[in-house]
């Protein structure tokens, strides 16, 4: 395979937003799969599976299978499992997160007199004060606490929402405990991407719309990045400077649209 020949794309803010897709990615993934280049739907979202993921995909126009899609929910139960294989987990999140326990062999725990061996917590739109406690009060019992994703923000067609970071920032702040971090720039999310693809890091070029997290994560784990720098993602124009800054990071190569990353995807 020729040289940073496969690609890590990600989701939210990156081909879609909400339920709208961002002009251009149908044609993007369209010329992706007609090349045969190896590429991974790379979502820090822990939500949903990847079945629901590639059906959600389909549904805007972008052609996705479920095995071309990676979650931080799919590394973090993989991470867990490795450690204690069977272990117990208080899952704080929503059905991709379950699911990936569960199909990891996870034992899902909900006995409220007892004390699980891992506190999972990814984003939660249900979240509320009392999951908030039963969870720090775990933790503090000695569940070691694993974190899907620390994004603070979640893009949305109604604009800017809480992530599972904003939720995972209440919890450390409870305990006083740091959570292990699985999704970008994490390079355990990285490394179970690039074991997926069957590629080394040097391979691959990451695609995305968050230089805190995206752009940071191919920095950090030796990739080429590739930003997208719109008015809708994450990292817009108008806070490149100071996301630059935060993250400690630059890409690159940066991108306004979908059309021009294909024209460089497809001219290399």
Known sequence: MPSRNALLIDLDGTLYHGTRMVPGADELISALNEKGIPFLFLTNNSSAAPEAVSLRLNKMGIPAKAEQVCTSSMAAAAYIAGRKP???VAVFGEAGLRGAAAAAGLRLFDDETGCPDYVLQGIDREFSYEKLARAGRWILSG?????TNPDLLLPSEGGLMPGAG???????AMTGIKPAIIGKPSPILMNFAFDLLGVGASQVTVIGDNMMTDIKAGNDS???SLLLLTEEGVTTPHNF??????SGVEPDLIKSNLADVREWVLGQ
């Open 222 to 224: 030796g990739c080429r």
């Open 86 to 88: 069977g272990g117990s």
């Open 166 to 172: 904003t939720l995972g920032a209440s919890l450390e």
């Open 143 to 147: 569940a070691e606490f694993v974190l």
């Open 241 to 246: 400077e100071r996301h630059k800054s935060l």
